[in-house]
């Protein structure tokens, strides 16, 4: 069974920290993909990332980062210099590789930046 | 980019109701949608898979006879919430996947609906 566990249930820091938000999965699959979204508090889902299995590189976007761990199953993504814009929940997902599977969610973490 | 709509955005109705959601893919034929159904505070939790032209597969647990999901194009699928009661109030999403050899899934804006 898969399954994604994001253990951070709400993060409250001071604009212009960094925050990391923890992500953490298991499967039996040898090929997945992994997501981070974003839900602002209109519940439009975000893209953020996908990151293939085989693809462990880690990634930078402006002021996003994700750091995937296959040894300890985890796909981590830190904001560097939060803004209060970042101010959302953001969910890591995982889907099996092939064909149009279903994704299964993390619990989310409610991130609050205050200004 | 490929763009999922939802309609409507937001619903209320009266207990034992019907309501129906549609999910549409603009720009794109969606082989796949999937329903989504979120609570207050809570991850997303999958429904349904909806293939088209096809029964909709259910998770455990979904009440068939009560979601009724119909994917009768490549791109429309709807949800009917049938004799809807206040515990179906929730944020429902449906996502579209295009078949094309991409592996990600685009999500439509989300329905609210309250059952008063």
């Known amino acids: 069974a898969q399954k994604v566990t994001q253990a951070q249930t709400e993060i409250s820091v001071v604009e212009k920290e960094d925050v990391t938000l923890d992500c953490v999965y298991e499967?039996?699959?040898?090929?997945?993909?992994l997501f981070w979204y974003k839900q602002p508090p209109s519940g439009e889902l975000v893209f953020l990332i996908r990151?293939?299995?085989?693809?462990?590189q880690n990634e930078i976007s402006g002021r996003y980062s994700w750091n995937f761990q296959k040894s300890t199953s985890s796909f981590n993504f830190t904001i560097t210099a939060s803004q209060v814009v970042d101010s959302a929940v953001y969910f890591c997902a995982l889907q099996s590789f092939a064909g149009a599977q279903k994704l299964v969610f993390g619990q989310g973490t409610r991130l609050t930046i205050n200004p | 980019g490929a763009v999922v709509s939802q309609h409507p955005s937001w619903v209320i109705c009266k207990s034992g109701t019907s309501v129906k959601i549609e999910c549409r893919s603009l720009?794109?034929?969606?082989?796949?949608m999937f329903w989504y159904r979120q609570f207050p505070k809570q991850s997303l939790m999958l429904m349904a898979t909806s293939n088209e032209g096809s029964k909709a597969t259910y998770e455990q647990g979904v009440e068939k006879d009560k979601f009724l999901i119909n994917h009768a194009s490549l791109t429309l699928s709807t949800l009917t919430v049938t004799s809807a009661h206040p515990e179906d109030s929730s944020f429902y999403i449906c996502?579209?996947?295009?078949?094309?050899?991409?592996?990600?899934?685009?999500f439509g804006p989300g329905t609210r609906l309250t059952v008063l």
């Open positions: 499967t039996r699959d040898t090929t997945y993909y």
């Open positions: 996502s579209a996947y295009s078949g094309r050899g991409e592996d990600t899934q685009y």
């Open positions: 990151r293939n299995s085989f693809d462990e």
């Open positions: 720009d794109f034929q969606a082989t796949t």
